[in-house]
């Protein structure tokens, strides 16, 4: 993985990365991809993905209201919120 | 060899419901100890004493009141920080969660507490559970109680770490690729990770959700079937958990291993390249024959060990950089200051990702981005279902699987800390039950000649937690390493 190509996986991460810290992980995870090429010797053709380890059947459960935490519990833990609102950097200019 | 300072969950629940003893009591010298061997392990993130002696004295009071039900009445357990408590702190181990404070119960501690437990604090993991020894915990490196040199394993190192050293007898941790059982390895104590689907994640951070499952660390097998009876069983807040009727802890015994069949393979005994512990191990399928169980070498079956770190990486850093894009400053956790939202975030996240759980974001987002999802996460996805048509092969032939747990036994805290590559080894025998979602065990199974535990792993089918459990206890009793704790655990206050 160059250093491009991890500038561009960080974009998308949205992830801030230093200039010493992208040096790194572009020769730390080309070593892992490397590693991780093995995998193409193996022959999937026509396998089914597993997603989980158990099949899962969906289970509709009736829509009822339950207890949650509450709005002020919830609220508490944000770094800015005002009058029961989260506050964000502006979004549109 | 029991320790002298060894009580079992169980000796402390039939104590507090007969009244021998307190919930109360019991807590007090659960913190005296935490008092003497906190400051040499650094094995918990918080610990809120007027919390758990509210729970305590709630507890004594529901026994007052002629309520002596309850499978784990009085009983303190540590939780992993990255279950849920309300009240008290969730940091995950990260930067990105510090002054978090929990709104609500996740489902175990909801079902622990039903059962008369009493919280005594949140224990130390690796950042968001990615790493194989604590080290990447943002706060404190937790240490080996067998060797304070020496990790503790991880992420769940703290939970194992309080255990072995005999503050509490039961903990919970999360298993993702190995998380609870190669720290119950390094530890010396007994790890049991359930079926896939067994316990709900609800109140669980989530890391990988395909692969997360909570689950016990104890100093004897009875404890870690206590607290999975009471933990395990459909959640509607997690629809992952199965719909499957819960063994009762007493299911999970048996007198010996008659009619056993144990799967043995090169992979899991013969290739483990450190000679102690393979000497360990291979001791340990002697004690399973001599308490009547038939050994049967599976080979012959692929179990595509090779393959394990590729498929778990792709699979786990992908799910990971999908889940921890909640994290983003904006609802939890400290936002960094900067001019737009999409700064915001990024320098957010910059800021206070530590640098494993970076590479595994950066590593998941590059295997699901355009022009690359096809060769690396699909492909891992294949050759998960492979993985579980081999074990369904093997599992034809034999009615649990046995080897090794770890490697290695515990090694010095930094050694591994600067290659990836070889700190992600840690996992090549715990990975592939994981992808298979079976239930897994690790208990100890003696000693290298430092005095550092080694661990045994049984495998068994989806949905045959009880007969894991039962064949370990019986190893247990083998092994006579029921109740075994860390010297330091027994020098008195």
Partial sequence: ?93 | MSSPAFRSAADIRHAVATGATSATAILEETLARVDRLEPKLAAFLSLDRAAARRQAHAVDARVAAGDRSGALLGVPVALKDNLCLTGQPVTCGSKILEGYVAPYDAHVVERLAQAGAVFVGKTNLDEFAMGSSCENSAYQKTRNPWNLDCVPGGSSGGSAAVVAAGIVPLSLGSDTGGSIRQPAALCGVVGFKPTYGRVSRYGLVAFASSLDQIGPFSACVDDAAAAFAAMAGHDPRDSTTVDAPVPAAEDCRRSDLSGIRVGVHREYVDEIPDAQVRALVQRGLDWMKDAGATLVRIDDIDLLGRYALPTYYLVATSEASSNLARFDGMRYGKRAAAEGLAEAYSKTRGDRFGAEVSRRILLGTFALSSGYYDAYYMKALQVRRLYRQAFAKAFERCDVIAGGTSPIPAFPIGQKAADPLTMYACDVLTIPASLAGLPTISLPCGFTESRLPVGFQILGPPLEDARVLGVAHVFETKSGARGQLAPLAEVSA
């Fill in chain 1, 1 to 93: 993985m160059d250093r491009a190509t991890v500038d561009k996986v960080a974009r998308l991460a949205r992830l801030e990365l230093t200039d010493a810290q992208r040096d790194q992980y572009a020769v730390q995870l080309s070593a892992i991809l490397a590693h991780f090429e093995s995998l193409r010797a193996l022959d999937t053709t026509g396998i089914e993905p597993s997603v989980y380890a158990v099949d899962l059947t969906g289970r509709p459960r009736p829509d009822e209201p339950g207890a949650t935490a509450g709005h002020d519990a919830l609220i508490a833990n944000a770094t800015a919120h005002r009058e029961g609102f989260f506050v964000v950097p502006r979004v549109i200019e």
